[in-house]
């Protein structure tokens, strides 16, 4: 019963629609004949001239819309970008990757043999630090190999190769989209440059200049919007990877005074 009367009301509401719209286009229409009828208005000698309505200015909302979907990408882009570098921020830094306190206590086990307790410290602190890890590489070498005293170091280098290949992987999403950002800038000029080109073609030569804005404000905006991501994300990718090799070779030394000790263990 419902659906027999859904069609009906869908039509009428269009009808609606429809009898509105021309209702009021012929209302404007007739505005504006009554207007043209109308002589312009004469000013008498000394006095003053009326002044023109005031044209309201362009913001920097009005600016973005003109990229179309090209630009709202690029600014979703800039978001995923920006999330990433807090993240980043948060994760990749030495209080992190290397806590003091858990240097000190795995430092201290190892020096006085408890292996054992190493190991369950190193597990304690798996899911937040490089040096844990690594050294947990090391201790389990170490115990369950009959000449883990002469393998542990290779054990560790594998484990620290490993824990920095990851650390890098996760600074490959703002090098990708520093490499997309631009693109799709060039993307938007290509499409706005189209689109103004098409008017001149439709206007048989003749078009106005602001028949042609659209198009080519959409082609500046968005290679505008492009540099503007791009260009910080860049500078955050190579900020994170130098900060990365610079924590690993500090790990590195540190992992390795910690584990000297086993080194004379046989």
Known sequence: MTKAFAVPGLLLC???????????????????ETLEDVPPATVAPGEAVPDEPEK?????????????????LIILLSMVSLGFIVEHFLTIRKSTL????????LDELISQGQ???????????ESQSLVSQVILAGLERYKGSEFGFAEYKAACEEAGEDQTGRLYRKTE?????GSIAPMLGLTGTVLGMIRAF????SEGGMAKPEQLAGGIGQAL?????GLVVAIPTMIAFSFFRNKIDSIVAEAG???EQIMMPLGRRK
Request: one cysteine or more; charged letters at 15%.
């Open 14 to 32: 269009l009808l609606a629609i429809v009898t509105a719209t021309t209702f009021s286009n012929r209302s404007t229409m007739a505005q504006e």
């Open 56 to 72: 309201t200015a362009r913001t920097l909302l009005d600016t973005v819309i003109d990229g179309g979907i090209v630009g709202l």
């Open 98 to 105: 290397m806590p003091e306190p858990v240097i000190e206590e």
């Open 115 to 125: 292996i054992d307790q190493a190991i369950e410290a190193c597990h304690a602190h």
């Open 173 to 177: 999403v703002l090098g990708l989209i």
């Open 198 to 201: 098409n008017m001149i073609a």
């Open 221 to 225: 905006v968005t290679t505008l919007l």
């Open 253 to 255: 030394k540190r992992v």
